[in-house]
């Protein structure tokens, strides 16, 4: 049985997709604009965003690409 990592927040998803919207908010940018500079379709934006949403998921390359697009380093995106 593999030990529990101490710190290990099991909800990390959900934190990082409460902080994508949270951001881009503070950006004053809307769902399509952010979709558009990342060049994904705004439906897996929005369901990115979504809490509950079971199919989201995302890619380190696409948090690195938000740390630079809202200014937010990457460790901001797992912050409670």
């Known amino acids: 049985m ?4 101490d710190g290990f927040n ?9 902080n994508i919207k949270k951001y881009r908010k503070e950006q ?10 990342l060049d994904v379709s705004p ?6 965003e979504s809490p509950g949403d079971s ?11 938000l740390s630079l697009i809202l ?4 460790d901001d995106f797992f912050k409670e």
């Open 55 to 65: 199919r989201k998921n995302c890619s380190l390359t696409l948090v690195y690409k």
């Open 10 to 18: 099991h909800n990390y998803r959900e934190i990082i997709c409460k």
């Open 71 to 74: 200014n937010k380093k990457i």
């Open 43 to 48: 439906d897996y934006l929005k369901r990115l």
């Open 2 to 5: 593999i030990k529990e990592i």
């Open 28 to 37: 004053g940018l809307k769902l399509m604009d952010l979709a558009e500079i």
